[in-house]
């Protein structure tokens, strides 16, 4: 029986893809493992506040302030320096070529990768137009605000 010959060879340029791909997967998997794991801790701490509350016999005014310090605190540890850069250009409704404008970016995958949606998946900006997210009218701007 003759011997097998793959259709390739494995060179060095291969093994160093291979490699680089391996790497990013276990980078991928820790960071979503890492955000499960705190919003896990979010979860079990606004829970932990609320039964030690409701044990007390304290307000519902009380309660919802400590959940509300407690989310806040935990919140803001997931907070990349891109996301804080772009939080801190955003006023008031702004086009995504205004924010990328305004901070010297020119790839937009990139922009939009490592900017925008880390922002929108933490709630921390919104869009204008939630019924049509690809428009090209959308804008962006701060969350939780009195917007117009």
Do not use: C, W
């Not at 494995?10 to 997967?25: D, K, P, Q, Y």
């Not at 990328?100 to 880390?118: A, H, I, T, W």
């Not at 929108?120 to 605000?145: F, H, V």
Request: proline content about 5%; hydrophobic content about 40%.
């Amino acid at each position: 029986m003759p011997e097998y010959r793959p259709p390739f060879q494995i060179t060095g340029r291969i093994l160093s893809l291979v490699a680089e791909i391996s790497e990013a997967v276990g980078r991928l998997t820790e960071q979503i493992g890492s955000e499960q794991a705190l919003r896990l801790r979010r979860v079990n701490q606004v829970l932990t506040i609320q039964g030690s509350l409701a044990i007390e016999g304290n307000t519902l005014s009380h309660m919802l302030r400590m959940i509300l310090d407690a989310i806040r605190s935990t919140s803001t540890l997931q907070v990349t320096p891109q996301v804080k850069k772009l939080l801190s250009v955003i006023k008031g409704e702004m086009t995504r070529a205004q924010l990328q404008g305004l901070l010297g970016l020119s790839d937009r995958k990139s922009f939009r990768e490592r900017y925008l949606l880390p922002a929108l998946r933490q709630g921390l900006i919104e869009i204008t137009i939630p019924d049509k997210p690809n428009s090209r009218l959308q804008r962006y701007r701060l969350a939780g605000k009195d917007n117009p």
